[in-house]
């Protein structure tokens, strides 16, 4: 269903509310120095204490995205302790991603002993038995970017966990765990998929944030 442009063009839309949502996006992704920037070219200035943590969970994200799981993982339990303890998902995706990286280094053998001592423990329940399934079984292959889990090797896996990890040390420290333009994204996206499921009673297409994006 199309909205026509004439219903919303001349809707106001506040300065500050624009400048709020690049700053949160700003923010969210630790993007230090153009926040700075940013802020200071409307007259804002970020704390020292807000660019410092931003600044750590950075490294920390990157640590995560570039495969130095362990020192992501430390880090996390000096900036956020217990945060890992308490989301034993979480924790358990950083260990395996982890796993994958000596995988990938064909250390098979320091990978088999990381297993036993790490992700062995997770067995134990139900959930994760067939998570650990598909990891183990990338031992078994010469290549395993070859194998059917290949999608465990990829950039974008460790950028699920990274993006994962970074939302979760941003909850724990009582902030959004998404930026305000996601949450406007989700939420317009939702309005007009409910919008269009009526529509499409009467042969309207169904929506798409892409093409609309796109518009």
């Known amino acids: 269903m199309d909205i026509d442009p004439q219903q919303y063009e001349d809707i106001a839309v506040n300065d500050n509310d624009v400048h709020s949502i690049v700053m949160s996006y ?16 409307i007259g804002m200035k970020q704390t020292a204490n807000h660019l410092e943590d931003m600044e750590k969970r950075k490294r920390i994200y ?15 339990e000096q ?57 183990m079984a990338l031992l078994a292959y010469n290549e395993p970017e070859k194998s059917p889990m290949f ?31 996601e949450r406007l994204m989700q939420q317009t996206t939702v309005v007009r998929q409910c919008l269009s499921q009526e529509s499409s009673k009467e042969g309207h297409p169904p929506f798409s944030l892409k093409d609309f994006l796109k518009s």
């Open 151 to 181: 999608h465990l090797l990829s950039l974008e896996y460790r950028q699920q966990v990274a993006d994962s990890l970074n939302r979760a040390i941003l909850a724990n420290s009582n902030l959004p765990s998404y930026s305000a333009v």
């Open 26 to 41: 700003l923010a969210h992704n630790c993007f230090t120095d153009t926040l700075e920037s940013f802020s200071a070219s």
């Open 62 to 76: 990157h640590l995560a995205l570039e495969g130095s799981v362990l020192k992501a993982i430390e880090l996390t």
């Open 79 to 135: 900036f956020a302790p217990d945060l890992l303890e308490k989301n034993k998902d979480l924790h358990f995706d950083l260990l395996s991603l982890h796993f994958v990286g000596l995988v990938c280094s064909r250390k098979c053998t320091e990978a088999l002993e990381f297993a036993q001592a790490k992700l062995a423990p997770f067995g134990k329940v139900q959930k994760y038995v067939e998570k650990l399934e598909d990891f």
